[in-house]
């Protein structure tokens, strides 16, 4: 039994309360005896009031006969079933000892059946604390479930840069830009998500485990999914692509002279090829890469793809490149240019740029002049703007699409979940009534449109998740000068104050600090 540090003494002149030793909560733990012994004519203020007062032997009550307690145990069950402590109340020598029985007993009387510690409760018993909370129980908790993913048997990202060479002229006919496939190629594989597993509250409550994200292959031109989706294989030989989050081996289309009057515009499902030139007023659209030996003028380029100019782009203020993939080129001069990927060139000229990931211009001139250059993560030039205050914008933003994308993935959101309610109240409706082949017809529909509503549901809610984490992203976002940023230059980043550069500055990173663009020393590195 542990220790005491006092005692009642029951004598002919009355009951005296006995300290020994006084220790922190000594105090609490002889007021909820002295409670519990029913001691008559006893005012438990004024005995409190002489123990604190110091004394060691304190007169606390008229003769009387004494009642033996024995150990007592209280259980505290937490209001949200985490945990369940025992409090021990102390008894007297003469009284029963606690048991580990007891503390048990309790236990399942206050609705206790789960997450029981034996090793807390035996100890417990064997070397009781008394007046204080000993946790004897706790909850189980859930584990959640494993996002599911794709595993993908070929490079998603290619330089689109000339292959490593010795020479310091470059190649721009040898670039790192695609992957062939063979027919029966394995390109990706699924891992499922799991359901995880639920959790326990010590009254045994169930805590749901959140299940893991589901991740589907999507199958593109020229493959073939296995049929339980965990599998998908090229059915041709080609190019292999991930465009818009599909796998697709396209066929490329080669043009061997100029895209212009001859061979008039150009779409195609597929990679195109374009030896020669894109000549003014023309149009080439494809659902993969497009690939431009010669200089593309005053028209348009749409690729779902990435688009390759081996030359670059003398747009007139009419040509317009859209590409899916990335934009890489010599130079860019008074076009307008939009990039899902990211955009590289040597030079970048009174041009509308834009991309989700970065602009780059570091070869040769390395210089972004009269622009608006606006990218999703970083911006890196050698020079930007010129001496003669031409006016430039590098700006790191989000795409404009992708609010628009945002703000229809909020709103199909919003309807499914109306429509899932009304589909279960449906349900729920058919399911009371006597049972019919028809009816039993109906409610298998409704449950299948029930399942891919709230499939739909899950996707959308992590296509939105991924939205809002791009939006903050943006607040990350550097723009390095690797040589000179001219007067006039205007620096944006999101929503931030942005900053004016009023004389010019070498070797410079913008970045965001306390909701202000500033620069600061250069902080890029290849």
Do not use: W
Not at 66 to 93: I, R, T, Y
Not at 131 to 143: D, I, L, M, Y
Not at 400 to 407: C, I, M
């Amino acid at each position: 039994m542990a220790q005491r540090n006092f005692t009642l003494n029951y004598t002919p002149d009355g009951v005296f309360l006995t300290v020994f030793r006084r220790e922190a909560g000594d105090d609490k733990l002889i007021s909820a005896y002295l409670l519990r012994k029913h001691l008559q004519a006893f005012n438990l203020r004024d005995v409190m009031t002489a123990y604190l007062s110091g004394k060691d032997s304190v007169l606390i009550a008229p003769k009387q006969a004494e009642s033996v307690l024995d150990d007592e145990v209280g259980v505290q069950v937490k209001p949200d079933g985490s945990a369940a402590h025992a409090v021990l109340d102390m008894g007297d020598e003469a009284g029963a000892r606690m048991t580990a029985e007891k503390i048990l007993s309790a236990l399942f009387a206050a609705g206790v059946s789960s997450g029981i510690n034996a090793e807390a409760v035996q100890a417990l018993a064997r070397d009781p604390v008394y007046g204080r909370r000993v946790e004897v129980a706790s909850q189980k908790p859930p584990v959640n479930g494993r996002d599911g993913f794709v595993r993908y048997h070929f490079a998603l990202t290619h330089s689109n840069m000339p292959k490593d060479t010795s020479d310091i002229r470059v190649d721009y006919r040898e670039l790192d830009v695609f992957e062939d496939a063979s027919p029966g190629q394995l390109l990706a594989t699924r891992t499922p998500a799991t359901s995880g597993e639920d959790g326990l509250t010590v009254t045994g409550r169930a805590l749901p485990a959140k299940p893991g994200k589901p991740a589907n292959i999507l199958c593109g031109g020229h493959t073939a999914l296995s049929e339980d989706g965990g599998e998908l294989h090229a059915t041709k030989g080609g190019r292999v692509d991930l465009i818009n989050g599909r796998v697709v081996v396209s066929d490329t289309l080669l043009i061997k002279e100029s895209v212009d009057m001859s061979t008039g515009n150009i779409t195609f499902d597929g990679n195109v090829t374009i030896k020669g030139a894109v000549i003014n007023g023309m149009t080439v659209k494809a659902t993969g890469s497009v690939e431009v030996g010669g200089i593309v003028e005053a028209s348009s380029i749409e690729a779902g793809g990435s688009i390759i100019l081996k030359q670059g782009v003398l747009g007139m203020d009419k040509a317009e490149l859209r590409a899916g993939g990335d934009v890489v080129a010599r130079f860019i001069e008074h076009a307008k240019v939009v990039a899902v990927g990211s955009i590289d060139a040597d030079v970048i000229i009174h041009s509308d740029v834009m991309c989700g990931k970065r602009i780059k211009a570091v070869r040769n001139k390395g210089t972004i002049l009269g622009s608006n250059a606006r990218a999703g993560d970083e911006i890196v030039c050698k020079v930007a703007g010129s001496e003669t205050f031409s006016q430039t914008l590098l700006e790191i933003a989000l795409d404009p699409r992708r609010f628009e994308q945002l703000k229809e993935a909020k709103e199909q959101y919003v309807k499914l979940e109306r429509d899932n309610d009304k589909t279960i109240q449906t349900l729920a409706l058919l399911e009371k009534r006597p049972p019919t082949p028809e009816g039993e017809a109906m409610i298998g529909r409704l449950r299948s449109t029930l399942s891919a509503q709230r499939q739909k549901i899950v996707e959308l809610y992590y296509e939105i998740e991924e939205f809002e984490k791009a939006k903050m992203e943006i607040m990350f976002g550097k723009i390095h000068v690797l040589e000179r940023a001219n007067e006039g230059v205007k620096i944006v980043i999101g929503a931030a104050t942005p900053y004016i550069v009023n004389q010019p500055v070498p070797y410079a990173t913008f970045r965001l600090i306390d909701d202000a663009v500033a620069m600061v020393s250069l902080e890029y590195s290849k």
